[in-house]
């Protein structure tokens, strides 16, 4: 398989547009990297880029050490799996999956074992026989990835394949393309604006905006220690709260305040605080919703803050658990609660925040100055 080397690669489109800036990224052979982002971040291009079906601007796109900006789509070794997979409707599953290896010239008999070992991998093998039409919306995106399998390329380039397929199917195909990954220990770049289809399946994650990488890590860091304000937010479902909060210090105690609010932070929290500068200004400070409990919850071995009062604005039962909503006199604070809560709409609770799972953001920069 492969290793990709993007160094400072950049994209203006023709209309003057800069889709893509200064994006820098290793990937190691057998890594299944996903970029992630809202509509529009540059994902796609950055993708397309790497596929050779939009020129790179500036900058250098290595595979295998082999500078690539000049060669040919084709002559690249690479798949793509698009969301729109397209198969020919007149071709049987055998046909479309062999197809870009007939059109290689390569004979009969290979075609049928590389057809044969990829429906193998995807059980296929008993539709083989079968039109497009005859197949459900993921048996034709299993055929699409097929079609991608049976040329053995060193890397796979898949764009949103997920995405016209219903919620159920979804999560299935997502084990199952994470199984896939496994087994051809392929190297495969992946694109997606949803969060929980990047955590799930990328051994790293690069979260893009505005065409600029944010952050690149694996899952588990990405969500415990996101960089900035946006990687924060978007990470993560429900969303992270954010509460303007100031910093004080108080005898040998550095807390924050919101509204008639005071939490005294953790010692090494207050260091970063105070070596930051930032005693008497303003921080966003970011927590969980997991992370915000209802005073009385089991919270075996974790360190809690001062209990707020706050009064539900809103209450969502979500069957194992339960979201309450609430305002801590003007602070949105939303908590992930035990099922058995007895809080309802209206209700004044009592919470607390997990201390070691405090996130503080700068207000300029955005970015985090310590977890
Ligand atoms: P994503 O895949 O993250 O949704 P894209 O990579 O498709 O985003 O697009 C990044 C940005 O580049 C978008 O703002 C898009 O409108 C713009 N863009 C894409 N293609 C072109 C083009 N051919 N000309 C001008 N701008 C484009």
Do not use: W
């Amino acid at each position: 398989m492969a290793s990709l080397s993007l160094q400072h690669i950049g994209k203006v489109y023709p209309n003057g547009y800069v889709g893509v800036k200064d994006f820098n990224l290793e990937i190691a052979d057998k890594e299944f990297i996903i970029f992630v982002g809202p509509s529009g971040c540059g994902k796609s291009t950055t993708l397309r880029m790497i596929a050779g079906l939009e020129e790179i601007t500036s900058g250098t796109l290595e595979i295998d050490g082999k500078v690539m900006n000049d060669v040919e789509p084709k002559d690249r070794d690479i798949a793509m799996v698009f969301q729109n997979y397209a198969l020919y409707p007149h071709m049987t599953v055998r046909e479309n999956m062999g197809f870009a290896l007939k059109l290689r010239k390569v004979p009969q008999d290979q075609i049928n074992k590389a057809v044969e070992d990829a429906a193998r991998i995807l059980d296929l093998d008993q539709l083989l026989d079968r039109k497009p039409s005859a197949l459900s919306g993921g048996q034709r995106q299993r055929v699409a990835m097929g079609r991608a399998i049976v040329r053995n390329p060193k890397v796979f380039l898949m764009d949103e394949p997920l995405s016209n397929l219903d919620a159920k199917l979804r999560v299935q195909m997502r084990a199952e393309i994470s199984k896939l990954h496994d087994r051809l220990g392929a190297t495969i770049i992946y694109v997606t604006h949803d969060q929980t289809e990047a955590m799930t399946l990328g051994t790293r994650i690069v979260v893009m905006k505005d065409g600029v990488m944010q952050q690149v890590d694996t899952p588990t860091k990405l969500y415990s220690e996101p960089c900035n304000l946006f990687v924060a937010g978007f990470i993560g479902s429900p969303q992270m709260n954010f509460i303007d909060a100031t910093v004080i210090e108080r005898g040998s105690d550095i807390v924050l305040t919101f509204g008639h609010n005071a939490i005294t932070v953790t010692a090494d929290k207050a260091r970063a605080l105070r070596s930051g500068g930032y005693v008497g200004k303003a921080v966003t400070l970011g927590v969980r919703p997991e992370d915000v409990l209802e005073v009385g919850a089991p919270a075996e071995g974790k360190r809690l803050s001062e209990p707020i009062s706050a009064t539900v604005s809103v209450y969502e039962l979500l069957g194992s658990s339960v979201m309450l909503y609430t305002d801590a006199d003007g602070a949105s604070i939303s908590a992930s609660a035990e099922a058995a809560t007895t809080a309802r709409t209206g209700s004044v609770v009592s919470l607390v925040f997990d201390l070691d799972k405090l996130h503080l953001f700068d207000k300029q920069t955005e970015l985090a100055v310590c977890h």
